[in-house]
C-alpha cells in the first residue's frame, strides 16, 4: 500500500510529510503528517488480521476505560485496521500522533517511576473489567512468568539476585 493508499483508506487527507520511526522490537512504525494532522502508522509485522483486531478491540477498550493511549482510528471500511497488500498481506493500525520522546535510562527519576507505575496500575485495573472472553494467553500471562520467574531463580548469576530476592519476598508476602 503506498502512502497515498493508506491516507485513503482512514481518510486522513494527502500526505505531507513521513518518516520511518526506529523504535519497537517486532512492528515497523511511521509518523506521517496529512493536512489533517499527524498520525503514527504501524505495520503489524507476523500478526493475523484476528490478532490485530483483538489488539484493536483491547486498546480502544482501555482507551474508553480512562487509560491514556489513543485508540486506533477506524478505516472507511469500518475496520480499525487496513490492508497492507504485497506478497503476504499485513496489517496497518493508525493512531493520533501524541507528542512525546523515548527517555534514556538516566534521565529516570522516582517521580517519574511513581507516575509510570500508576499509569500501569490504571491500565492493569481497567483490563479487569474487560470481558473474560476478551482474555488470551500470552509470554506475559500468569502461568508464562510464573515459569519464567522459576527458571531464572536456578540460575547462579549475581545480576539477578536482587531481582530473584524480590520476586521470592513478594511470592512470600502476598502468596
Known amino acids: ?3 497515498a493508499e493508506l491516507a485513503a483508506a482512514f481518510g486522513l487527507g494527502d500526505i505531507q510529510a513521513h518518516r ?35 489488539e484493536a478491540r483491547l486498546v480502544g477498550a482501555l482507551a474508553g476505560a480512562g487509560v491514556v493511549t489513543p485508540p486506533p482510528l477506524v478505516a472507511l471500511d469500518g475496520r480499525p485496521y487496513a490492508p497492507l497488500r504485497g506478497p503476504t498481506t499485513k496489517w496497518l493500525s493508525v493512531f493520533p500522533w501524541r507528542a512525546g520522546r523515548h527517555l534514556a535510562a538516566a534521565e529516570l527519576t522516582p ?10 496500575a490504571q491500565l492493569h485495573v481497567a483490563g479487569l473489567a474487560l470481558p473474560e472472553a476478551w482474555r488470551r494467553g500470552s509470554i506475559y500471562d500468569h502461568a508464562h512468568l ?3 520467574f522459576e527458571r531464572f531463580a536456578r540460575i547462579d548469576d549475581p545480576a539477578l539476585t536482587r531481582a530473584v530476592s524480590f520476586g521470592d519476598e513478594h511470592a512470600t508476602s502476598t502468596g
Open 1 to 3: 500500500m503506498e502512502l
Open 111 to 120: 517521580a517519574l517511576a511513581d507516575a509510570f507505575g500508576a499509569a500501569l
Open 146 to 148: 510464573v515459569a519464567r
Open 20 to 54: 520511518s520511526i526506529a523504535a519497537g522490537t517486532i512492528n515497523s512504525n511511521y509518523e506521517i503528517e496529512t493536512e489533517h494532522g499527524r498520525y503514527f502508522v504501524r505495520v503489524n509485522e507476523g500478526k493475523s488480521e484476528q490478532d490485530v483486531a483483538w
